[in-house]
Each structure stands twice: as C-alpha cells, then as structure tokens.
C-alpha cells in the first residue's frame, strides 16, 4: 500500500518505503539493541522466507510501510507502519527510531503523523502493541493519548524469545449520538450554518430562520417525505443528519445529507459515525432499499465520509457551474 504523498512534520517526513531502504530498515530492526523489543529477529535467526519478506516489503499489499527523513535532506532517522483493520475502521501501528536518533522526540513526532493522516482517512482508532519493559515506547503512546487496553504478549521470530506486552488503543474521533430534531435545534442549525464557510459546500433552500422553522414543522407533519436528527458528540449539540424524497418504491429510496457545523469537530470521523447511525435506523424505519447522495467533486471531506459508508460513486456531472458527484447506497446490506 503507498500513501504517495509524504506526510510532513515540523523536523521529519514520512514518505513511501523503497528498496533503498533496505539496508537502514534492516539495520535497525535487526540490530540486537536498536531491535530488542520488536518482534523481528536479530541478523542470525534471519530465514529464506523472513529475507524474502524484507526484499519485497515495498510491494505489500498488508500495510504502509513507511520512512521517516530529516525535513529538507533525505537522511533516514526511523520507520513507521500502519496496517488497516479488515473492517476499515481503524488502523494498527508500528515505529521503529535509530538508535543513534534516540531521546530527540522523532519517534513521537512520527506516530502523531501516522495519527493524524489516520484520522483524515476517517479512521476511528488505532492500537499499538509495546512491551512491558519498554518503558520509552510506552511513555511514547501514552504521551501521544494511548491508553493500555488488555495485556497481551509477542515473541521474537524463531528465536524463542517471549516479552509480555500490553495493547494500547487510542480513538480517533469523539462519541457520537443521534437525537430528536426539535424547533429550538432548528433554529440553532440554521444560525451556525448561516456563514461562508459551510453554505459554499452545503447549499441551503431556507434564507430566514422563519423559513428553516417553516421547513422543519412540514417535516413533522405525517406523511412527510423527510426525516432528520440531530448530532451529538460529548454532550454537545454539534449538527444534522437527514434524508428526503422518501420512497420506498423508488430508486434511490431517498437522499441523504449531512453536516457538522461545529468546525473543531471535523476532521474527526463525527460525520461518519453519525452517517452510519442514520442509514441503520432509516432503512428499518422506512423499508428504504437505496440511498442517494450528492456532493460537490472538490469536497473530499464528504466523499471520504460516503465511501467510508460504502456508498458509490455512479455519475460526476456539472451543475450550475459546479463538478458535483451522485452516489448511491444499497441498503439492503446494512439490514443484512
């Protein structure tokens, strides 16, 4: 897996892993000092298959391998790797710093990079596993807002050699839960995504908050062809999830939108968490087959937060101007 663009810190980078690579990586994880707690082996115990692995390593299709260099010079000082969890949700991490680059803080500085670019692949947590002796790489995540989940234990590849360690996890996005739409939240809603910033994203029918009232009490009415909730993320009320054009017969069976106006919130996987929320408690609700959903083609926030949802893209177009995108959702997998 590559990430293709090198992820940028205030000393170092972390760029793709090459074959270049090899003989500092190697150097590192296999030096019986610089590798102690990692669960590579030391140069002797070095086999045909564990060698084949290290010469292909830029070719795996399990993870991100990755490099860590000073900024502005290609001199290596560590490796980073993140494995993606088989439900995609979150990630497992593993760093390695020089020995002679020990103490200067790159090892944090390199997992705070893979956290952050984890966090804008709409990741919610990440887990890393350090041994009970390795008082440094635990300080390390624990400075960086890991917290130790279970005890657990590894052994060194073909050398007998077992550490007890623990796993740490750390979550990348906050709780969130759904709850009613009422006319005070209504009113609320429109007032915090009444600016620049969201409208040039999320173009809005209502002009006046008598209007967006207006809208919401058609919305209450039996029969009405929409239906929203309000977002919740640590006791704050923080934006709206909704869908319209209800139709259980047709093709999409409805649309769906979403928004987070409470800005120190994005970024952070509320959107998605909310999302997913939505679409289970609507395609019972009301027997929805297929969801829709448009979005501008310039705004990845919100394509991340439809593909992390398994929507698909099924047509790019130009509306008024604007590149914008449709995709659709079979709904029947969520009730499955």
Known sequence: MKLDTALTGPRLYLRDYRPDDLDFSAGMWLDGENGRYLSDPDWEHVDAPFQKALNTLQDSGAGYYLTACLSGTEERVGTCCLFPDKSGEGYDIGYCVHKSRWGLGFGREMVELAIGWARAQGGEWLTAEA???????????EQCGFVPERASEFEKYHMGVRYPSHIYR??????VVLGERTAETAAIYFEKTNHEAIRNF???????????LAD?????????ASFGRTIWS??????????????????????????????????QGVASKALKLFLLEI???????T?????FSDNLPSIRVLEKNGFRLMEEFTEDGALSRYYQLDLEQKKG
């Not at 008082?135 to 995540?141: D, E, I, K, T, Y």
């Open 291 to 295: 969801v829709g959903a448009f979005t």
């Open 234 to 267: 640590e006791g704050r009320y923080v934006g709206d999830v909704w869908c319209y054009g209800i139709d259980p017969s047709g093709t999409p069976s409805a649309m769906v939108s979403y928004c987070i106006f409470e800005q120190s919130l994005w970024g």
């Open 131 to 141: 041994a009970d002796e390795n008082r440094p790489s635990r300080a390390l995540l």
């Open 170 to 175: 750390l979550a990348l996005s906050p709780p």
């Open 283 to 289: 395609a019972w609700k009301y027997d929805l087959k």
């Open 202 to 212: 999320l173009p809005m029918k209502a002009r006046t908050v008598e209007e967006a």
């Open 216 to 224: 919401f009490r058609a919305s209450q009415l039996p029969g009405a």
